[in-house]
């Protein structure tokens, strides 16, 4: 459970940076990171870091498959994960 809790932390800080470096890069000319790796990093656990990346950098709000689909995700992930936990 322990390691279960940990992964889950790597990947929502992961996923938190991850969106708050391509509203950088973006507004910078720089390279970009996909909306598929955005969206996988999100599957994989990181629903939660990620919207609240997507958030704070204000970046994707206007994007239906980020604006809803992440708070989706989101809801579904920490219902399995109270689910698993209690």
């Known amino acids: ?4 809790l940990w992964y889950l932390l790597a990947v929502n800080v992961i996923a ?20 598929s790796t955005l969206l996988l990093t999100c599957l994989l656990g990181g629903a939660p ?10 970046h994707k709000t206007k994007k239906p498959l980020f604006a809803v689909g992440l708070p989706a995700m989101g809801i579904i992930q920490l219902f399995i994960i109270f689910r698993i936990s209690f």
Request: glycine share 14%; charged share 20%.
């Open 1 to 4: 459970m322990e390691v279960l």
């Open 16 to 35: 938190f940076i991850m969106f708050n470096l391509d509203k950088w890069y973006a507004s910078t000319g720089g390279w970009r990171v996909s909306e």
């Open 49 to 58: 870091g990620g919207y609240l990346g997507m958030r704070y950098a204000r």
